[in-house]
């Protein structure tokens, strides 16, 4: 059977790959628990200074497996919460440097993740969409907050709320991604950008990290249970 998440360290540098390609990377609940995994230990390995966190050559992710998704939400309580969430809350908890890597498609929790990251990098051809409005639903993992503050309110409701795909340079554009490169150079550069961080002291890293992110914690965490309310 493939392994659907693979993780891999060097030199102080711990990558994340979701590895699903037949399904566009669609995330399960079992591939949300093993990223969360992963960023757990990451951030528990002195030797790791950086993660990267990629998809594959055609696909970032196409968003949740919806199957999978209801399957589990339909069951879900307060004691056995969603591995979405333990992902979320990993992704906000990780205080190393997480770098994105975006090639194909980045849809859904594909893009608004990216949101959550603290440097995004995209192939020319990557194309974007937050496609929740058109799917009967709300927006998640705290995107009602924070992508209103990368691109402003009414770039910010032009994206949710027509639900229309875009292109690395608009989700450049939009404050979404740092910088795009030719697809073909995309995850030797962001490799070679993981490895100049790691040359950078650790304990200036994790200050200016959690400095940065000081001031959006708590608001981030209120409205991921607001949507959450109202996604559900």
Known sequence: MTEEILTHEAKGIFTIQMNRPEKKNAITQHMYAMMAEGLQTADRDAAVRVVVLRGTRDDFSSGNDVNDFMAHAACRTEDRPLAA???FESMLELRKPLIAAVQGHAIGIGTTMLLHCDLVYAGRSATFGLPFVNLGLCP?????????????????AELFLLGETFTADHARSVGIVNRVFPDTELIETVMAIASRLTQKSPAALLATKKLI????????????ETESQMFF
Do not use: C, D
């Not at 998640?140 to 910010?156: I, T």
């Not at 000081?214 to 981030?220: E, F, L, S």
């Open 213 to 224: 992110k000081a001031h959006t914690r708590k608001a981030v965490r209120e409205a991921i």
């Open 140 to 156: 998640e993992f705290g995107s009602s907050l924070l992508l209103p503050r990368l691109a402003g309110q009414q770039r910010a």
């Open 85 to 87: 969430f333990q992902f």
